[in-house]
């Protein structure tokens, strides 16, 4: 196949969506009580960040996810999102503008590695690839800038009904010296567990080097059970992800090449990103959907989850 500059931004053709959720009664009236408690605590309307804050809790993944990260304990799970609504108005992850963390993408990079974002697995989740390899900046807060930037645009690119991505890294090229230090490692933890909880579906690591066997040693103490089973090292990919969606250097059919222009385009008018780091076009939620977006959510489930699905749904849509 002819070498291309474009990005895969939708699932393989077919692609059922997975995990699918379906919650208790219990857990339903948890999942509210937690939106209840969400909003005692959230900004006043006056507040610029009231929008923002606002969109992040009507998305229809976020209580849920806290809630699940928590194992069901409430006032954990509210500890948790309270500690994320702080962090959010702090670092306000939805408005970096685009030009302040475009450097890190120019030879693919992010402090923990490359930043491509291309593919999606068999379960219809986005991929983010990374390469130490390929680091050409020194570690810095606008690193982890970018990091948060290129997760807010997987989460973008997820299909209704996916809550979840994949983090592919890859090894290949790295050195010591390229390689991220612990503590950087331990930064990106903090930020994935803490404040994305129950956004990593899989992590892949490939081509990781005996040398640097001592780099996970490192960071293992800092893994949550939960994040730790997720993680796998040189899996045969092509179990997990379409081989259209694997780019050929990692023996897929998409035979991907990096051009930094091409690609950052790409990704800005995909999930419509103003120069500001707003929406280029606001789209607001609603508490009732119509059927459109009802099928829209649903493709990809089984048909006999269909219904459980959309309860489960419409319940959180009402939290919301």
Not at 37 to 65: C, F, G, M, N, V
Not at 220 to 241: A, C, E, G, M, Y
Not at 258 to 286: K, M
Request: aromatic share 8%; charged share 30%; proline share 8%.
């Amino acid at each position: 196949m002819a070498k291309t500059h474009k990005i895969i931004a939708q699932p393989a053709p077919g692609t059922r969506i997975a995990p699918v959720r379906n919650y208790t009664d219990e857990q339903m009236q948890k999942i509210h009580d937690l939106g209840e408690y969400a909003r005692s605590i959230a900004l006043p309307q006056t507040d610029p960040y009231y929008e923002w804050e606002s969109r992040w809790l009507d998305k229809p993944d976020t209580l849920p996810r806290y809630m699940r990260a928590a194992k069901w304990d409430f006032e954990d799970a509210k500890k948790r999102i309270k500690a994320t609504m702080e962090w959010r108005r702090e670092f306000k992850p939805d408005l970096i503008p685009p030009d302040e963390v475009k450097i890190e993408d120019e030879g693919g990079k992010i402090p923990f590695a490359c930043s491509i974002i291309n593919g999606f697995d068999k379960d219809g989740r986005p991929i983010i690839h990374m390469n130490p390899g390929r680091q050409n900046t020194e570690t810095s807060p606008r690193q982890l800038r970018h990091l948060v930037w290129c997760l807010e645009r997987a989460k973008d690119l997820m299909p209704p009904g996916q809550e979840s991505l994949v983090i592919l890294i890859d090894y290949k090229t790295t050195t010591l010296r390229t390689n991220p230090s612990i503590s950087t490692a331990r930064k990106v933890l903090h930020i994935l567990q803490q404040h994305y909880p129950e956004t990593l579906g899989r992590g892949l690591v490939v081509n990781l080097p005996m040398l640097l066997n001592f780099f996970y040693k490192g960071i293992s103490p800092f893994l949550d059970p939960v994040t730790r089973d997720k993680i796998r090292f040189n899996p045969d990919l092509l179990d997990l992800i379409p081989k259209e969606q694997l780019v050929s250097d990692l023996g897929g059919d998409h035979d991907f090449e990096f051009h930094h222009e091409s690609y950052w385009q790409q990704v800005l008018e995909i999930c419509n990103i103003a120069p500001d780091g707003t929406r280029a076009q606001v789209q607001t939620t609603t508490v009732s959907m119509s059927k459109v977006s009802q099928e829209s959510l649903l493709e990809g489930i089984p048909d006999d989850q269909r219904d459980k699905q959309l309860t489960s749904r419409e319940a959180i849509a009402v939290v919301a």
